[in-house]
């Protein structure tokens, strides 16, 4: 998934108020802002191989250290402990760190069983919801659509920029999804990894416009 993740984040916001959305959205996106950062650096393997699922023409060879489920409990330790440890938040810091989990999971349901649960562990995971486009973007953008509804039952735009900045992240990530979903495959293992990057513009977007929001609580 990739805005079903977005949408994790965006509905966290009803569940730890005081979190700024860019941690809350950090969250669910964590395995996949580790993950091409391994792959650069050579420690996972993808392969560009159309067909192998309806809806991707990737192929995840290996990918435990982002995305295996023991690992997916370490970082979401990591992430939830740093969190508390600097907010004392603790509500934020399950959050967060639940967030973390919701992208093993959601992975599960899409992906061929190709998601290990633990390094060097030989048995695999996966639902294959990725074998049907039409069902992966009935309910991904279903549940997405859900999320922006109920972000915007908690919280109220207080200027311009929170609103406008909303509404230009919720376009410009279903625009990134079409792309994704209906574009032609990636020229290289490269442009994917480097690409990749980008998903931390998500994060860092979400903070700018969630700063410039109130909670309808405040108002």
Do not use: N
């Amino acid at each position: 998934m990739f805005i079903g993740h977005l949408a994790v984040g965006l509905a966290s916001k009803g569940a730890a108020p005081r979190s700024s959305l860019g941690w809350l959205m950090a969250a669910p996106l964590m395995l996949d802002l580790l993950w091409p950062v391994f792959l650069i650096l050579g420690i996972e393997r993808v392969r560009i191989a159309p067909g192998d699922t309806a809806f991707t023409p990737l192929a995840f060879d290996s990918y435990p250290w982002s995305h295996s489920l023991a690992m997916t409990a370490l970082w979401a330790g990591l992430f939830g402990g740093g969190y508390f440890l600097a907010t004392r938040y603790a509500r934020g810091a399950t959050v967060i760190a639940l967030g973390v989990v919701s992208h093993w999971v959601m992975d599960a349901l899409t992906h061929r069983p190709d998601l290990p649960l633990a390094p060097g562990w030989p048995t695999m995971v996966g639902y294959g919801l990725w074998s049907s486009p039409a069902a992966t973007l009935l309910i991904e953008i279903g549940i997405f659509a859900a999320a922006v509804w109920f972000y915007v039952r908690t919280t109220v735009a207080r200027d311009r920029i929170g609103r406008y900045a909303f509404v230009g992240f919720v376009f410009f990530a279903l625009a990134a999804y079409a792309a994704a979903s209906e574009g032609p495959p990636p020229p290289s293992v490269a442009v994917v990894a480097y690409g990749s990057l980008s998903l931390y513009l998500f994060p860092l977007w979400a903070a700018w416009f969630d700063a410039h929001r109130l909670l309808r609580t405040q108002i």
